[in-house]
């Protein structure tokens, strides 16, 4: 997960910057607005292009410098030899003369084109000696095109760059003319874009509203805004009503999304990610174990038989949005296999914390309205093994199981992981049929384009379109996709917000100190221990292998970012201390174990990656 926002992040900006000498120019130098293509003469996308491109030169004149680079399309024998005869040009005026013809002469790229284009650079005339210098230099140019799209993650054709950050809205006249001109909407579209593409954002986004929460709650604002989150809200039907204050709401309704985001996520690892063999699954899952077994098994020894021992579930979870965040913004001092590792072995951490609700942290059990939880699994059984893949009938199905988990006694947002692991998959899509299928319908309602009364594709063909692009995603995935950025950026900072404020106060320590120890103690020393403990055992009875791409020094860095338990930590914490001073009391504790969990772990990663790199010099 981590290394794919990685990847997204960087591929969003130009690798290169504009060449007045390499790279082939329209427009002044000097214009404010820079669009770099890279294209291929054979893409029939890049063609249709040029049009638009056409379009927006005439409307913005001299604001607008315009370059194409070559990214030859693969599949397509005349697709590199059109790049390399344009490079033959003598002079950019030739080359863009070449350009042009490359793209406009006929409707499909032909030998007949690179033939004629041939003949205008006067390629035909050449001797032998000089003919190949012109090809020798035509394919480097083009082989350096090439590199430069790779490092600037082109994956197809055609790709554009404006001022350069990867443009990846519509191809039309109006919408690239609001994209480079900056519109108030476009600025802030890709700022957002920009900002939850960075992978460390979300876990920034937590700390700041955490931050915020503890700035009111210790402000002359903080009776109100305690009084804010207590304040009843519901519906009313008739004689009967359902109401929650706006805390309950967020931390057993909306906090519901969180959970169905970590069970698809859950589902997604053990289908297809890195837990699907048992192999690359072995080593996580012994790390995660360790991890929350030492921690709870410290806290018991600390805290003797009472109501403070229900809360050994506190330091046993790990959040896993600061612990990527901290990860990811070390970059490559963190292997890709230790960001995997604690990824995957966080996930297995979830799956732990999810258990323990269940079974220790919910209430008095109702069982009329846990027949009826079950009933409704059942129907979600059905409509899952009788192949329905719209969304909508399981959401609505899951709204009704999350109102039937609540009556029932368990946590309500348990219903988001049931749901969650009856969602459906499907096998992979045939990509090459569906395109097919695809271009055909394209093809033929471009046929009717230039008849009276026809406005665009007709509805059958646009419901076609609708349906090859439902089957490209499983619901599993398309949920996965919409729902996990609101759960990062809207339901965890919410749930911080409402849950992290903490009066400071030396009369919230007083006679807490041995739980304050059990928590801190709990995350910042039993996660990695447990960590490094569990999976050295794993390693030495064969049942996983470690990697020698990291240390088990690094692996104990990993295991002390572990150590960072805020979201799910605070979460139990509530559900385990329901008197308001033990609760503060804990939350205090997770935040100086999340802090010191995370100047070790970055400490430790720091200091071993530092001497490993010596070693190898």
Known sequence: MTETQDTVAASKRLDRPVDDVLDHILGPVHAPITLVEYGSYACPHCRAANERITEVRNQLGERLRYVFRHRPLIGSDLARPAAELAESAANHTQFWDAHVTLMTRSNTLTEEDLRAVADDLGLTRMDAEMAQRVAERARQRVEFDIDSSQASGVYFTPTFFINGRRYDGPWDESSFIDAM????????????????????????????????????????????????????????????????????????????????????????????????????????????????????????????????????????????????????????????????????????????????????????????????????????????????????????????????????????????????????????????????????????????????????????????????????????????????????????????????????????????????????????????????????????????HKPDTYSWGQLAGAGALAGIGFTMSLFIAGQAFPHVGDFAVAKIAVFAASVLSSVVGVAVLWRTQARKNMQEA
Request: proline content about 5%; some cysteine; glycine content about 8%.
């Open 181 to 544: 001109l900056g519109s108030l909407g476009h600025r802030v579209r890709t700022a957002a874009l920009s900002f939850a593409s960075w992978a460390p954002s979300a876990g920034i986004l937590l700390l700041l509203a955490s931050i915020l929460a503890m700035v009111l709650t210790n402000s002359s604002l903080g009776a109100g805004f305690e009084a804010f989150w207590h304040t009843e809200f519901g519906f009313a039907f008739g004689q009967t009503g359902f109401r929650m204050s706006l805390l309950h709401w967020v931390n057993d309704a909306l906090l519901t999304v969180f959970f169905l985001v970590v069970g698809l996520e859950i589902k997604r690892e053990f289908t297809v990610g890195h837990l699907a063999s048992r192999r690359a699954a072995a080593l996580p899952i012994a790390a995660a174990i360790g991890g929350m077994t030492v921690p709870t098994l410290i806290y018991l020894f600390l805290i003797p038989a009472g109501p403070w021992s229900i809360g050994w579930g506190v330091p046993m979870a790990t959040d896993t949005a600061f612990a990527v965040a901290l990860v990811a913004m070390m970059g490559a001092r963190v292997p890709v296999e230790l960001r995997i590792f604690l990824t995957a072995a966080a996930i297995v951490d979830d799956i732990g914390a999810i258990i323990v609700v269940a079974i220790f942290y919910s209430g008095d059990l109702h069982a009329g309205y846990l027949v009826a939880a079950i009933a409704l699994i059942g129907v979600l059984v059905l409509l899952n093994r009788f192949g329905i893949y719209r969304v909508l009938p399981y959401i609505l199905i899951g709204v009704a199981l999350w109102a039937c988990v609540h009556a029932s006694g368990l946590h309500a947002t348990l219903a988001g992981v049931i749901l969650a692991t009856f969602i459906p998959t499907r096998p992979p899509p045939d990509y090459t049929t569906l395109a097919l299928q695809a271009e055909a319908i394209l093809t033929t309602e471009a046929q009717h384009s230039s008849e009276q009364y026809r406005r665009g594709p007709s509805a059958p063909a646009l419901e076609a379109l609708d349906t090859i692009h439902d089957r490209l995603e499983s619901p599993a995935d398309r949920l996965l996709r919409n729902a996990a950025p609101r759960s990062s950026y809207l339901v965890l900072p919410l749930f911080a917000l409402a849950n992290a404020g903490v009066a400071i106060s030396t009369d919230v320590f007083s006679q807490h100190g041995m739980l304050v120890l059990a928590i801190v103690a709990g995350l910042a020393i039993g996660k990695p221990l447990g960590f490094v403990l569990a999976s050295a055992l794993a390693v030495r009875f064969g049942i996983a």
